[in-house]
């Protein structure tokens, strides 16, 4: 599907639409398939794309070969770049690709220390260098380079939950 060009303000409408449709898909999930339907195809029009809306969340895929899903134990979609490291023993909440660019979030029952040990060791058994390693107020973010791709990790614990964010970026 091609859109013609839109005004920032239309753009902003359309966008301003897709996610409320997005943000109301637990209640849309419940009333049933013609109306998860009509949303799906109403975002779709909205964002441009496919638009996927389940009990687990939403994946939408752009025109582009874009992916964004947003829910809970989502798996990695076939664009994640291979040389890019998951984290194992989390839940998948948000993860988005773009090109070579990649962004995923988990949640994990474990320690935030657990989990730094855990992507760590993920990191540097695929190749990669950790350049830097900093903790600030419970938060650890770690820049790692290899393999062709630049890791920004930020690990952190609230509360007894853990997340996990990966950031990846292509390297020249």
């Known amino acids: 599907m091609r859109h013609q060009h839109l005004s920032p303000a239309a753009r902003f409408g359309s966008t301003a639409l897709a996610a409320a449709l997005l943000l109301g898909t637990p209640a849309l999930v419940s009333c049933g398939d013609a109306i998860q339907q009509g949303a799906e195809q109403i975002a779709e029009g909205a964002v441009g794309g496919n638009v ?4 687990e969340g939403v994946t ?24 890019v490291p998951a984290f194992e023993g ?13 962004n995923a979030m988990w949640t994990y029952e474990g320690s935030g220390n657990d989990a730094l040990a855990t992507y760590r ?3 540097e058994s695929a190749g990669y260098v950790i350049e830097t390693e900093s903790t600030i107020g419970g938060l650890t973010v770690i820049n790692a380079v290899g393999t062709g791709f630049r890791i920004d990790a930020t690990i952190g614990e609230v509360a007894g939950q853990t997340s996990i964010t990966v950031t990846a970026t292509p390297q020249p």
Not at 90 to 102: D, E, H, K, P, T
């Open 52 to 55: 996927d809306i389940t009990d």
């Open 60 to 83: 939408i895929e752009g025109e582009d070969g874009e992916n964004l899903a947003m829910g809970s134990n989502l798996s990695l979609p076939n664009s994640w770049p291979s040389a």
């Open 90 to 102: 989390g839940s998948l909440s948000v993860v988005s690709v773009s090109g070579a660019n990649a």
């Open 121 to 123: 060791s993920a990191l």
